[in-house]
């Protein structure tokens, strides 16, 4: 479902109901949020939600299962709620360039199949990761580069 580069500023509430059947294309529109119920969406391939204006995320958003991979990058995210610990992503999970500070302590538990990107955010500190199968990718207080691989920076 493609509805990228709509200048959409809003979704329906009914929208987090949607079932997809391959990827769902929401990037480059002015979302500045998303609906409560988002985090009920199934889709079996990728969300592409990049390029908006949102700076949080619906509570529900935790219980969100994408199949492929979740593009959250060059968005204005500040925080992402507690429940984001238990999001499980079946490919890489970009959140590069937003504005977080920090992530919660239960984000450790994020399920990643492939790899997690956080470059150019605010980040100073980053939970142990327990459930991410590739590489996790950051950038430091330093401006330095980190590449973190199951436990270590490499």
């Not at 429940?83 to 504005?99: A, D, I, P």
């Not at 100073?124 to 990761?129: E, S, T």
Request: with cysteine; proline share 5%; charged share 10%.
């Amino acid at each position: 479902l493609s509805l990228s580069c709509n200048q959409l500023s809003s979704l329906p509430e009914s929208f987090g109901g949607a079932q997809v059947g391959g990827s769902l294309w929401l990037s480059n529109n002015c979302l500045s949020s998303l609906p409560s119920s988002f985090g009920n969406i199934q889709v079996t391939g990728s969300i592409y939600l990049q390029q908006n204006l949102l700076s949080t995320l619906p509570n529900s958003f935790g219980s969100v299962r994408v199949g492929g991979s979740l593009q959250l990058s060059m968005n204005r995210l500040v925080s992402l709620p507690e429940s984001c610990g238990s999001m499980h992503v079946g490919g890489t999970l970009w959140l590069l360039n937003n504005q977080l500070p920090s992530l919660p302590e239960s984000f450790a538990n994020v399920q990643v199949g492939l790899h997690l990107y956080l470059t150019n955010n605010k980040l100073k500190h980053l939970p142990v990761f327990r459930n991410v199968c590739g590489s996790i990718v950051a950038t430091r207080a330093d401006s330095r580069m980190a590449r973190i691989s199951r436990g270590g920076i490499l």
